[in-house]
């Protein structure tokens, strides 16, 4: 179970396209996680998952694929340890945005409410265990974050 | 910090269908964390009428309505799973709707039971 937050850490969490911040002791450099779902309950929830249950210290919010570019391009790529994408999202199909994150080296979670995991990790690049469906518990997308994170090593922003 | 005088526990139940796990798990697990003297439960759709009997929440988070035969709760909250509908909140027998609630608008709704637990003259969802 997550440790408990008073309102105050919620309040950080965070306007679309802003930066919610939580340093960690440990490692040098800021592990910032792009979150890109058009749920406003699930992605703010996922938040704070991220950042109390793994060594992620930053999350940026996006709605949409639109925004998800703006926060992209207004910070340079490398600033982001991460991402986690939902591939349903109400402009464009998330596929395009994890091409261009792969593209930048940034490794991806990718979400879908479709339970066909290797056409979509054969659509995206991804590998079956980046790709999970709506239907996964709690355990296995903290499982697979958690494994994204591992993989960065400790030198990795 | 939450600061509560004599804080009331609130049972809450999060019932949405088994092809949004995910969510539902999610959304539990971030209640409790935030709201840690709250007693979080989370089941499939399909069991929301037993779980409802059988637990007896003050708090329902779910994809569907409420209906007279769940009984009365302090709140209600249809959670619609596509952002660009409307979610149907009840608080206290007054209702509202949400486009796309956060994680905050959900917390209001939880804080808001609590403080109706025990009121007199209290309205039902």
Known sequence: MLATMNSEQTEKNVPIGGVASRHVEGHART?????????????????????????????VQAGSLAEARRALSSRNSKSFALAVVDLDLPDEDGVELIGELRQAGIPVLALSASRDHERLAGVSGLEPGQVLSTAASYDEILGAVRKLVEDLGEESP | MHEREEAADIRILVALEDDYRAYRDVIAVGIHALRP??????????????????????????????RADYGQRLAWVELSLDPARPSKVCVGGR????????????????????RLVGSENTGAC
Do not use: M, Y
């Open chain 1, 31 to 59: 592990r910032r996680v792009l979150l890109v779902d058009d749920h406003a309950l699930f992605r703010g929830v996922l938040a704070i998952i991220c950042e109390e249950q793994t060594s992620l210290d930053e999350n």
């Open chain 2, 37 to 66: 003297h709250t007693e979080v439960t989370n089941a499939a759709l399909k069991k929301l009428e037993e779980e409802v009997g059988r637990l007896e929440p003050d708090v329902v988070i779910s994809s569907v309505a409420a």
């Open chain 2, 95 to 114: 209702f509202t709707e949400r486009i796309n609630p956060g994680l905050e608008a959900l917390l209001e709704v939880v804080d808001e039971a609590e």
